[in-house]
């Protein structure tokens, strides 16, 4: 029975277990509605005793189906730490500590986290398989990433003290830590508008940084872009298996060099 709940509750690649998934899934979906509806002042006071114990019957459902997953699982404990454990774990807890603190249950949007599951129903292979190299080639770029926003740090520190000297409190930048802030909405280009410059010299260092914005916004980008190209060029282009050259255009069929076929043809 164990082996049977299992291969139903883990596994995608039958009718039961498809049909497992594609149930848990639309409950999910249901449930975040219900929660969102809940919000709705207009709506909680006329339905909200229908909504509070449909979500109740939500969390049965889905504490009946993690018990189920703890209970068939090979390894316990490795599948109540894994990414979906913790996510599964998490999309029950918010009901029970809703008994000890009201309003807690909103947290249930949480649920919408446990959709990436259709990965797996659906065999979408090869979205996780670029999935993948995306995260590869992230984890390549860390380095760079890590100096770049190091940079930053301190870019928006001096920005910050500048603006704070430039402008002082009667300008709004009361402190160094918010014209700081303002550093940062401004080298984003997001521009809320809550703090502005007053004087000359402060509106031209702000568009010296609008300017400087637009620049620093595409070096991560470009970074893992690279990195992104570097591993695609690694995984396509495979040196020949007869001659050993390794400059072959990464959609060729034969080696130029000695008319090989190539085994990523």
């Known amino acids: 029975m164990k082996r049977a709940i299992h291969k139903v509750v883990f596994k995608a690649d039958s009718v039961a277990g498809r049909a497992f998934d594609l149930g848990v899934m639309s409950m999910i979906l249901l449930s975040v509605l219900v929660v969102m509806l809940d919000s709705i002042a ?69 649920r919408t986290l446990r959709t990436l599951r259709i990965f797996r129903v659906l065999k979408l292979t090869f979205y996780v398989k670029e999935a993948q190299s995306l995260s590869a080639a992230v984890g390549r770029s860390l380095g760079k990433i890590i100096i ?12 910050g003290s500048l603006m704070y000297l430039v402008e002082g409190s009667e300008n709004g930048f009361t402190s160094i830590p918010r014209s700081m ?16 410059p007053k004087t000359n010299l402060g509106q031209f260092l702000a568009s010296l940084v609008m300017l400087m914005g637009y620049a620093i916004l595409a070096v991560p980008t470009g970074i893992v872009t690279a990195e992104l190209s570097k591993g695609t060029q690694a995984s396509t282009n495979q040196p020949c298996t007869a001659c050993g050259k390794k400059d072959l255009e990464a959609d060729s069929k034969y080696c130029r060099y000695c008319g090989t076929l190539l085994s990523n043809s």
């Open 42 to 110: 207009s709506l909680q006071a006329p339905w909200g005793r229908v909504f509070f114990w449909t979500e109740w019957g939500f969390t049965l459902f889905f504490t009946l189906e993690y018990l189920l997953r703890l209970y068939s699982a090979k390894k316990p404990l490795q599948y109540a730490f894994s990414f979906f454990g913790v996510i599964d774990l998490l999309a029950i807890l918010p009901s029970y500590l809703s008994l000890l603190a009201p309003g807690s249950q909103y947290l249930l949007v949480v």
């Open 181 to 196: 802030y303002w550093a940062i909405v401004t080298l984003t280009t997001v521009g809320y508008g809550d703090i502005s």
């Open 148 to 159: 770049f926003l190091s940079f930053i740090v301190i870019l928006v520190i001096i920005l």
